[in-house]
Nanobody
Framework: QVQLRESGGGQVRAGGSLTLSCAAA????????MGWFRQVPGQAREFVAA????????HYADSVKGRFTISRNNNENTVVLQMRRLKPEDTAVYFC?????????????????WGQGTQVTVFS
């Protein structure tokens, strides 16, 4: 199973930017589609963005489309979520996730492995 560790969370004023990183270890990184999810206490975990194994395809939740960008580096085993024009409603714990797949899919559910999460707080 792949192990994931997020970094880059913090506090930012509304309208600002923040970049989250996720480092993977333990298995062949390019065998996994990668995704970012977020969760607010008391609410269900929410899909944010996904990138295919080779990084050729991406998919975003409507709430972040045009503001967030997901990318990956298969040489460095990392996936990055660049977040711009942040809003208070983006406040959540953000999780990196990996989905073992043989396709070029960008899944929104069914992920196999999860990181521990990193807190993002956007204040107005």
């Amino acid at each position: 199973q792949v192990q994931l560790r997020e970094s880059g969370g913090g506090q930012v004023r509304a309208g600002g930017s923040l970049t989250l990183s996720c480092a993977a270890a333990g298995r062949t990184f390019s065998d996994y589609a990668m995704g970012w999810f977020r969760q607010v206490p008391g609410q269900a975990r929410e899909f944010v963005a996904a990138v295919s194994r080779a990084g050729l395809r991406t998919h975003y939740a409507d709430s972040v489309k045009g503001r967030f960008t997901i990318s990956r580096n298969n040489n460095e085993n990392t996936v990055v979520l660049q977040m711009r024009r942040l809003k208070p409603e983006d406040t959540a714990v953000y999780f990196c996730a990996a989905d073992y797949t043989v396709t070029g899919a960008t899944p929104t559910e069914g992920y196999d492995a999860w990181g521990q999460g990193t807190q993002v707080t956007v204040f107005s």
